[in-house]
């Protein structure tokens, strides 16, 4: 008979579980967790999980023989200014630059692009479409389009480098859209170009619909899924201005920040912005290496498995909030290291005077805990979160992600600029908006009186309900705001991670069983089930052992794999 101490060592909490090994059979005695000290693997880390192993070991009145641990990957999870842009796999670009802000005319229309140099020639045939480039005068560039109009040639829009749209088209004699602040780099003459100004106080925009701008620029019926990503971002321009994508852009310069993928044999570099639609549809294991001077740890070039990003301005956009309630500025970066701890099973023996070995990957342990859940369908795929990656474990394949939960606690944090100790606390339970002293709002649209007099701090302010008592987190949202926005980002993160993993499977399972911390949230439980149901998959939550829940797999999983040899 001998005595087992599975540890895992998460990204945000370290569980651990004692079991009674006897025969190989293994009888549960006790387990615990506690907050992860320091980064994941750290001499820190470690220091926390001995203090957690003697705790357990003094209230069971027990001590292990043996410590099992896996294979510790630590994932940083942190927040960077990186503006999203189109995918470079478009087939399409956009001519405007993002700050422009001074269109003027109404409409849309097609043409090819001619040159304000080159109207001097006979008309063309068809609509054309006149670039002003930054060094001609609005007045010139108005006489010249006044003058190519009474020539014959059916001018149907005018491209502005500088910011001279109302400029301009206060001084010709036709009704166009002028679109201004553009980029004319790289824009040849003869080429399709789209153009569309929004006319004040309406939301109808023609060229944010895929199909019509497949149409417009001639694009096949191939190309509607990458156009449809694309005109994504269209939808709340007042201008836009589009052209086929005639060459691959350019990649990143040498010391510019830069995500590298490998793709059928070949290594691609990208921006970061460039970067983000592929990172969130591509499965784990297309990014290799990884830049990002705005986070400490991947400000020089570092080997990655994967990355993950979530855009807070689509989070925002998605639960249409009121603009100023969530700062939904920068980019929730998640990075998996290929680097493993190597000495965490050396450290564990030096800090607890116990042997302790590494038996495992966190994947294999994590598998081993939940299929112990009874009832489990036998080809279920284990999906463990934790706080830092997404494992996916099926009967011949096993994928790992990074964005897990730390994911949801740095974009709560982001977006209600609190601490991300309150965001951790605020992120898992519904809130209510205290209205005076006795009254409060729930997020259901319910009125209630608070069973004792709110803090004045409370007054006036979004509430979560603590151990002791009410503790606000915003003055600018609603209780149903909040609701929506705490869902929306559970959505675009984890859940939105857990179906990209999925389809590196070859077919859907019969049931998905969620395991780690996350699985004890309930709205995750229904946000991932929400993004899996179109495949007919079943998302349930594992129970370990029968006893545990579903947080303790990987400490559980190292007992009982421990027990099998």
């Known amino acids: 008979m001998r005595v087992v101490a599975g540890i895992d060592v998460g990204n945000h909490t370290t569980e651990i579980v004692l079991a009674r090994i006897l025969d190989g059979a293994v009888q549960p005695l006790t387990h615990g967790q506690a907050p992860t000290r320091g980064r994941k693997g ?3 880390s470690l220091e926390g999980a001995a203090a957690l192993l003697h705790r357990i070991e003094v209230d069971a009145q027990v001590r292990a023989d043996e410590l099992a641990l896996s294979a510790i990957r630590p994932v940083d999870t942190e927040t960077a200014p990186l503006a999203p842009a189109a ?3 478009s087939p399409v670009r956009s001519l405007r630059r993002p700050d422009a802000s001074t269109p003027a005319g109404t409409g849309y229309a097609v043409g090819r692009h001619v040159p304000l140099t080159d109207l001097t020639g006979p008309p063309q ?14 007045e010139v560039a108005a006489a010249a389009i006044t003058a190519a109009v009474e020539h014959g040639w059916n001018i149907v829009g005018v491209l502005a480098a500088q910011d001279d749209a109302v400029l301009i088209r206060n001084r010709i004699p036709v009704d166009v859209p002028v679109v201004d602040e553009v980029i004319l780099d790289g824009l040849a003459s003869g080429v399709l170009v789209a153009v569309e100004v929004v006319a004040e106080g309406r939301a109808y925009r023609a060229l944010a619909d895929p199909i019509a701008l497949c149409a417009a620029l001639d694009l096949g019926h191939d190309q509607i899924h990458d156009v449809a990503e694309f005109t994504r971002e269209l939808s709340d321009s007042p201008a836009i201005a589009v052209t086929a994508r005639t060459e691959p852009p350019e990649p990143p310069a040498v010391d510019e920040d830069y995500i590298e993928f490998r793709a059928d044999g070949q290594t691609v570099r990208y921006s970061p912005a460039q970067a983000h639609a592929i990172l969130r549809r591509e499965p784990p294991g297309s990014v290799v290496r990884i830049r990002l001077r705005s986070i400490p740890t991947a400000d020089h070039e570092i080997a990655v498995d994967d990355a993950f990003f979530t855009d807070l301005a689509a989070l ?7 603009r100023g309630v969530a700062d939904a500025r920068g980019t929730v970066v998640a990075l998996l290291a290929a680097d493993h701890v190597e000495d965490a099973a050396a450290t564990l023996t030096e800090l607890t005077g116990r042997p302790a070995r590494t038996i495992a990957t966190e994947p294999d342990a994590a598998a081993r805990g939940a299929r112990t859940t009874p009832g489990l369908p036998p080809d279920s795929v284990v999906c463990d979160i934790g706080g830092g990656t ?3 474990i099926g009967s011949d394949h096993t994928v790992t992600a990074a964005g897990a939960g730390e994911t949801i606690t740095v974009a709560v944090a982001r977006m209600l600029n609190i601490p991300k100790a309150l965001a951790e606390r605020v992120k898992r339970t519904p809130a209510i908006r205290v209205e005076g002293p006795h009254v409060a709002h729930e997020e259901d649209g319910r009125r209630l009186f608070l069973d004792a007099p709110a803090p004045a701090d409370a007054i006036g302010r979004l509430c979560t309900r603590g151990t002791a008592g009410l503790v606000p987190f915003s003055t600018k949202l609603a209780a149903e705001e909040w609701r929506s926005l705490r869902l929306a980002i559970k959505q675009e993160t984890v859940a939105a991670n857990i179906a990209r993993c999925l389809a590196a499977f070859a077919k859907p399972p019969t049931a998905l ?3 780690g911390g996350g699985a004890l949230d309930d709205e995750l439980l229904r946000t991932v089930g929400e993004s899996l149901r179109a495949l007919g998959v079943v998302v349930g939550r594992a129970n370990i052992d029968g006893v545990h829940g579903p947080r303790f797999a990987v400490a559980s999983g190292l007992v009982h794999l421990s027990a099998a040899g």
Do not use: M, N, Q
Request: aromatic share 6%.
């Open 316 to 322: 925002d956009s998605g639960t249409w909030l009121r």
């Open 87 to 89: 995918s470079p796999r």
């Open 42 to 44: 750290s001499r820190e």
């Open 125 to 138: 045939d068809g609509p054309t479409i006149v670039s002003v480039d930054a060094d001609t005068d609005f």
């Open 390 to 392: 997404i494992d996916l």
């Open 513 to 515: 069983v969620l395991a």
